[in-house]
């Protein structure tokens, strides 16, 4: 129980920590246009991210795949920048099945990319053998479904506040917060090791 605990508030802290802030941004973005009725489609967007995640560390600590540190780190700001921008060009817009099932699909393929950002991280506190690192990434994965889950409560209570007692537009909050994570993201994406190269 001991090491259960462990594991899923490190999976929490990952996610809820402000030094992390990707991972925040990320799921804000994921977030934006969405509303509490849309709770069945958000819960299955945060759980696919959690796949992803877990997939990618599996993967990597199976020895199935290798990557470099400074490649993932760079390409998880542009998941963020995808997102947002895809926001930003579909505001306002309503969302057709075909886009809903590529968003999934998305979403699946970004998760699989920040899980490959934490894998250092997760070498460097787990020494264990096969059952025991497969037992660690699955309680993990608790740990980060529920820290995103967090994550997504606090960016519809902010969402409702804002279109509620400030009369925003779905649409203006939208282009505005999707502006504001482009924003954020660009001077990371620029700023990035891997240009002075």
């Not at 482009?182 to 190269?197: A, E, H, Q, Y």
């Amino acid at each position: 129980m001991s090491q259960f605990l462990t594991y899923f508030q490190l999976g929490l802290k990952h996610i809820l920590n402000i030094y992390s802030y990707d991972h925040i941004l990320f799921l804000i973005a994921l977030a934006i246009p969405l509303t509490f009725k849309d709770w069945k489609r958000i819960l299955l967007l945060v759980t696919t991210f959690t796949v992803g995640h877990t997939v990618a560390l599996l993967l990597t600590i199976y020895g199935i795949i290798a990557v470099k540190v400074a490649v993932v780190e760079l390409l998880i700001p542009f998941t963020i920048l995808i997102v947002a921008l895809f926001h930003l060009f579909t505001a306002g817009k309503s969302a057709k099945k075909e886009s809903i099932n590529l968003v999934f699909f998305i979403t699946l393929f970004f998760g699989i990319i920040h899980g490959l950002g934490f894998l250092k991280y997760f070498k460097s506190i787990h020494r264990g053998n096969a059952m025991s690192e497969l037992l660690a990434v699955l309680e993990l994965a608790l740990g980060i479904e529920a820290g995103q889950l967090v994550v997504v409560l606090v960016a519809l209570i902010l969402s409702y506040i804002v279109q509620t007692v400030f009369r925003f537009s779905k649409r203006d909050w939208t282009l505005v917060m999707s502006a504001f994570i482009i924003g954020v993201v660009l001077p990371i994406i620029m700023g990035n090791k891997i240009w002075l190269r």
